[in-house]
């Protein structure tokens, strides 16, 4: 017998190995998104973006069309304006985070989720710790009503020290019976 007479592999398999299709009914397993999908997502996601860039150009064009016809005393109180408006914007949102953290301190310590912070800070710190006591409250009062429907239902019978009398000398005649046949 030659060499290559010799299997070294069963009939029908090869050495190459089979991709995997994933499942047993041949499937692949990850139908996932397509290049075609990814593609148009980014495209659309680019598209969107665009928009927003060309949005800002636009405004900042237009800006600096405005300051460029006016004469330097309108082009300083127009950049003093312009300074105006985004240190109110930059304060207002100092405050808002501010009021966020207030919130989050106090929900804390009322024992509420500090998730919810963004939703009781409104207007002021008055306003945001009345948000939060009535949250608190309402938030309390389920937990309790939870915790009693839990709690209730029907009461064991037979055994305890509510059980009635017959009860009682049924369970003292059990004992002394085992008692007597020696357990």
Do not use: C, W, Y
């Not at 994933?22 to 990850?30: H, I, L, S």
């Amino acid at each position: 017998m030659d060499e290559k007479d010799i299997k070294t592999e069963p009939e029908g398999m090869t050495g190459d190995p089979k991709p995997d299709s994933g499942k047993a009914d041949g499937k692949p397993e990850n139908e996932g998104f397509t290049q075609a999908d990814i593609d148009a997502a980014v495209k659309a996601a680019l598209a969107e973006n665009n928009k927003d860039i060309e949005a800002r150009i636009k405004s900042a064009r237009e800006e600096a069309e405005k300051l460029a016809t006016m004469n330097a005393e309108e082009r300083q109180k127009e950049e003093q304006r312009i300074e105006r408006e985004n240190f109110a914007k930059e304060k207002a949102a100092l405050e808002a985070e501010k009021l966020k953290m207030f919130a989050e301190r106090k929900l804390t310590v009322a024992g509420l989720p500090t998730a919810l912070a963004s939703t009781v800070a409104v207007g002021d710190e008055k306003t945001t710790q009345a948000n939060i006591d009535a949250l608190a409250e309402t938030f309390n009062g389920a937990v309790a009503n939870g915790v009693k429907a839990k709690l209730a239902g029907k009461t064991p019978h037979g055994g305890g020290a509510g059980g009635t009398a017959s009860d009682k000398d049924k369970m003292k005649a059990d004992i002394e019976k085992a008692m007597r046949r020696g357990f």
